[in-house]
C-alpha cells in the first residue's frame, strides 16, 4: 500500500493506493481560508497538521488493514506558502498563501534587483511567490522577520510533522522565485536578494526520492511499520501530472480545483516569463513543465452556489444544462482572488456584466462556469504563443466531476478533452505514485502510466464560433476595467 497525502487550500485529502494503483481508502477533511484584509489570504499551519492527523485516523479507521501495510508515503501541496518556524521549530505567524496580494510593490522592488529573475525562476515576479511575501515581511513585519528560523511550503510543513526533517524538493521549490530551474539548485543571489541565508532554506532532493521516515510515535498511532519513507513527493500542479502520467513531453491536463491550471509536460527547460508562464522543474528527474495558472476554477462555481444559497452544486448543474439553450447574456470576470496567466493582476476581480431584471439564478451560474472556461481559452492563447500544444487534455480536480462543465470548456476552447476515470482524486494520488516511485524497485514508465480515459468529449464547432463574439467581448471588459482593480 502507498499512502497519498495533498495539503489543498479547501481540504486535506488522503488515500490508500495498492500495487495495482487501485484506491482502497480515501477521505478529505475541510479546510478555510482566512482574510484578514483585502488582498491577503491565510491559513495557520496547525490546521493543516491537524486535519491531516484527522484524515490518516479516518482511513485507519476505515481500513486498518490496508494502512498497517503502507510502503510509503507521498506528499503534495498547494504551492508558495510561506510557513516561517521560530527557533523552537514553531509557526511564527499564518502561512501566507498562493492566492494572496499584498506583495505586489515588492515584486517591483525584486525585478530592479535582479531583471533576469523569470529566467533563472522559470516565471515573471508574481505575488502569489514565495520570495515577494518575505520581502514585505521584512518591511511590515520587522520583528517578526528576524525571528524566523526556517522557511517551509506547506507541505513539507507537513514531512516535518511527520518525520522531523526540514526538505522540499524541486517542483515546490520552483514556485519560490529561489531556485535555478535549469540547475536544479537553490539561486543563492536570489535568495540574498530576499535577506535571508541559505541556511534557513530547507534541503533540495528530488520528488521520487527518500525525504524522511514516519517517526515511531506516529507509526505506532496507525498500525504504520516503523521507518516507513516518505518521498519528496511535488506541488500540486506536478503530483497532478505524476497521477495522470503527463510525464512524457507534450502530456498534459487541465486542472479544476480552487484554481485551475494547464499543465504541459516538457523534456527541457523551456523559460517564458514574457508569456506570464510557468516554466517548472518536474516532480521527477530530468524532466519540467509549462503551465498556464489562473488564481480561480471550480471555487468560482462553489462561491456561486453559496451566494445563491444552494447546497447541491449537482442539482444546480442539472438545472444549469436544462436551462442552457445559447451562450449566456451575462459575462463574468472569474478573478476572485485575481489572476496570474494572461495578466499578472493581484487586484483583478470578479465581475458580473450584463445584468438585467429578468436574470436568473440558472443564468448567473451559467455565466460563471463560461467565465472559467474563457480565462481558460485565454492562458491557452499565452500557451500557443509559446510554440506549446497538448493534443489531448485530460481534465482532473473536483470540476472534472461535472461532464456538463467539461463539455463546456471544450467548446469554447475548440480542442478535445479527456475524462479520466477517478479524476478527481488528482495530486494525492499522484503522491502515492512518488511514494511508490522512492522505493526505487519501479521505473517511471512502469508507476506513470496514463489513467483509463472514461470518455473523450470533442467540441461542437458550431458552438464554439457562437462562443466567439462572447470571448471577444469578455476580453474587452476586462481590458476597459483593469486600471479601476487596482486600489487607491
Same mark, same amino acid.
Not at 534541503?203 to 511499520?225: F, H, M, P, Q
Not at 503527463?246 to 486542472?255: E, K, L, Q, T, Y
Given at each position: 500500500?502507498?499512502?497519498?497525502?495533498?495539503?489543498?487550500?479547501?481540504?486535506?485529502?488522503? !488515500?490508500?493506493?495498492?500495487? /495495482?494503483?487501485?484506491?482502497?481508502?480515501?477521505?478529505?477533511?475541510?479546510? =478555510?481560508?482566512? /482574510?484578514?484584509?483585502?488582498?491577503?489570504?491565510?491559513? /495557520?499551519?496547525?490546521?493543516?497538521?491537524?486535519?491531516?492527523?484527522?484524515?490518516?485516523?479516518?482511513?485507519?479507521?476505515?481500513?486498518?488493514?490496508?494502512?498497517?501495510?503502507?510502503?510509503?508515503?507521498?506528499?503534495?501541496?498547494?504551492?508558495?506558502?510561506?510557513?516561517?518556524?521560530?527557533?523552537?521549530?514553531?509557526?511564527?505567524?499564518?502561512?501566507?498563501?498562493?492566492?494572496?496580494?499584498?506583495?505586489?510593490?515588492?515584486?517591483?522592488? %525584486?525585478?530592479?534587483?535582479?531583471?533576469? !529573475?523569470?529566467?533563472?525562476?522559470?516565471?515573471?515576479?508574481?505575488?502569489?511567490?514565495?520570495?515577494?511575501?518575505?520581502?514585505?515581511?521584512?518591511?511590515?513585519?520587522?520583528?517578526?522577520?528576524?525571528?524566523?528560523?526556517?522557511?517551509?511550503?506547506?507541505?513539507?510543513?507537513?514531512?516535518?510533522?511527520?518525520?522531523?526533517?526540514?526538505?522540499?524538493?524541486?517542483?515546490?521549490?520552483?514556485?519560490?522565485?529561489?531556485?535555478?530551474?535549469?540547475?536544479?539548485?537553490?539561486?543563492?543571489?536570489?535568495?540574498?536578494?530576499?535577506?535571508?541565508?541559505? /541556511?534557513?532554506?530547507?534541503?533540495?532532493?528530488?520528488?521520487?526520492?527518500?525525504?524522511?521516515?514516519?517517526?515511531?510515535?506516529?507509526?505506532?498511532?496507525?498500525?504504520?511499520?516503523?521507518?516507513?519513507?516518505?518521498?519528496?513527493?511535488?506541488?500540486?500542479?506536478?503530483?497532478?501530472?505524476?497521477?495522470?502520467?503527463?510525464?512524457?513531453?507534450?502530456?498534459?491536463?487541465?486542472?479544476?480545483?480552487? #484554481? $485551475?491550471?494547464?499543465?504541459?509536460? $516538457?523534456?527541457?527547460?523551456?523559460?517564458?516569463?514574457?508569456?506570464?508562464?510557468?516554466?517548472?522543474?518536474?516532480?521527477?528527474?530530468?524532466?519540467?513543465?509549462?503551465?498556464?495558472?489562473?488564481?480561480?476554477?471550480? #471555487?468560482?462555481?462553489?462561491?456561486?452556489?453559496?451566494?445563491?444559497?444552494?447546497?447541491?452544486?449537482?442539482?444546480?448543474?442539472?438545472?444549469?444544462?436544462?436551462?442552457?439553450?445559447?451562450?449566456?447574456?451575462?459575462?463574468?470576470?472569474?478573478?476572485?482572488?485575481?489572476?496570474?496567466?494572461?495578466?499578472?493582476?493581484?487586484?483583478?476581480?470578479?465581475?458580473?456584466?450584463?445584468?438585467?431584471?429578468?436574470?436568473?439564478?440558472?443564468? %448567473?451560474?451559467? =455565466?460563471?462556469?463560461?467565465?472559467?472556461?474563457?480565462?481558460?481559452?485565454?492562458?491557452? $492563447?499565452?500557451?500557443?504563443?509559446?510554440?506549446?500544444?497538448?493534443? &489531448?487534455?485530460?481534465?482532473?480536480?473536483?470540476?472534472?466531476? $461535472?461532464?456538463?462543465?467539461?463539455? &463546456?470548456?471544450?467548446?469554447?476552447?475548440?480542442?478535445? %478533452?479527456?475524462?479520466?476515470?477517478?479524476?478527481?482524486?488528482?495530486?494525492?494520488?499522484?503522491?502515492?505514485?512518488?511514494?511508490?516511485?522512492?522505493?526505487?524497485?519501479? =521505473?517511471?514508465?512502469?508507476?506513470?502510466?496514463?489513467?483509463?480515459?472514461?470518455?473523450?468529449?470533442?467540441?461542437?464547432?458550431?458552438?464554439?464560433?457562437?462562443?466567439?463574439?462572447?470571448?471577444?467581448?469578455?476580453?474587452?471588459?476586462?481590458?476597459?476595467?483593469?486600471?479601476?482593480?487596482?486600489?487607491?
Amino acid at each position: 500500500m502507498f499512502l497519498g497525502i495533498d495539503v489543498g487550500t479547501s481540504a486535506v485529502k488522503a !488515500l490508500l493506493i495498492d500495487e /495495482n494503483s487501485a484506491t482502497i481508502a480515501e477521505t478529505d477533511v475541510p479546510l =478555510s481560508v482566512s /482574510n484578514p484584509h483585502p488582498f491577503w489570504s491565510e491559513q /495557520n499551519p496547525s490546521d493543516w497538521w491537524n486535519a491531516t492527523l484527522r484524515a490518516i485516523d479516518e482511513l485507519h479507521r476505515q481500513n486498518p488493514t490496508a494502512i498497517a501495510a503502507t510502503r510509503a508515503i507521498g506528499l503534495s501541496g498547494q504551492m508558495h506558502g510561506a510557513t516561517l518556524l521560530d527557533v523552537h521549530d514553531r509557526p511564527l505567524r499564518p502561512a501566507i498563501l498562493w492566492n494572496d496580494g499584498r506583495a505586489k510593490q515588492e515584486c517591483d522592488e %525584486l525585478d530592479a534587483l535582479l531583471p533576469d !529573475l523569470g529566467y533563472r525562476a522559470g516565471v515573471a515576479t508574481m505575488p502569489g511567490m514565495t520570495a515577494p511575501k518575505m520581502i514585505w515581511l521584512r518591511k511590515h513585519e520587522p520583528d517578526l522577520f528576524t525571528k524566523i528560523k526556517t522557511i517551509l511550503l506547506p507541505k513539507d510543513y507537513i514531512r516535518f510533522c511527520l518525520s522531523g526533517e526540514k526538505i522540499t524538493e524541486m517542483s515546490d521549490a520552483a514556485g519560490t522565485l529561489w531556485l535555478d530551474e535549469a540547475q536544479r539548485d537553490w539561486n543563492e543571489q536570489a535568495v540574498a536578494a530576499c535577506d535571508i541565508s541559505m /541556511n534557513q532554506l530547507p534541503t533540495l532532493v528530488e520528488g521520487s526520492n527518500i525525504a524522511g521516515t514516519l517517526r515511531a510515535e506516529l507509526a505506532n498511532r496507525w498500525g504504520i511499520k516503523p521507518g516507513t519513507i516518505i518521498a519528496g513527493g511535488g506541488g500540486d500542479a506536478a503530483t497532478g501530472g505524476i497521477g495522470v502520467g503527463a510525464v512524457r513531453h507534450g502530456d498534459g491536463f487541465i486542472s479544476l480545483g480552487t #484554481s $485551475s491550471q494547464i499543465f504541459v509536460a $516538457s523534456d527541457k527547460y523551456r523559460p517564458k516569463p514574457e508569456e506570464l508562464l510557468h516554466s517548472f522543474t518536474h516532480a521527477i528527474p530530468g524532466h519540467w513543465f509549462q503551465m498556464a495558472v489562473l488564481l480561480n476554477g471550480a #471555487s468560482c462555481l462553489q462561491w456561486a452556489a453559496k451566494l445563491l444559497g444552494e447546497s447541491d452544486i449537482g442539482a444546480l448543474l442539472d438545472r444549469v444544462e436544462a436551462h442552457h439553450h445559447a451562450p449566456s447574456d451575462i459575462l463574468f470576470l472569474p478573478y476572485l482572488n485575481g489572476e496570474r496567466t494572461p495578466h499578472n493582476n493581484p487586484y483583478a476581480r470578479g465581475v458580473f456584466f450584463g445584468l438585467g431584471s429578468d436574470t436568473s439564478r440558472e443564468t %448567473l451560474v451559467q =455565466s460563471a462556469l463560461e467565465g472559467v472556461a474563457f480565462a481558460l481559452s485565454d492562458a491557452q $492563447s499565452r500557451l500557443h504563443a509559446a510554440g506549446t500544444r497538448c493534443a &489531448l487534455p485530460g481534465v482532473i480536480g473536483g470540476g472534472a466531476r $461535472s461532464r456538463y462543465w467539461t463539455q &463546456l470548456i471544450s467548446d469554447i476552447m475548440g480542442g478535445p %478533452l479527456a475524462r479520466y476515470q477517478g479524476a478527481a482524486k488528482g495530486p494525492a494520488f499522484g503522491a502515492a505514485r512518488l511514494a511508490r516511485l522512492a522505493l526505487g524497485q519501479e =521505473s517511471v514508465e512502469e508507476v506513470c502510466q496514463k489513467p483509463v480515459i472514461e470518455e473523450v468529449i470533442e467540441p461542437d464547432m458550431s458552438r464554439h464560433e457562437s462562443y466567439q463574439p462572447r470571448f471577444a467581448k469578455f476580453r474587452r471588459v476586462y481590458t476597459a476595467l483593469a486600471e479601476e482593480f487596482t486600489p487607491s
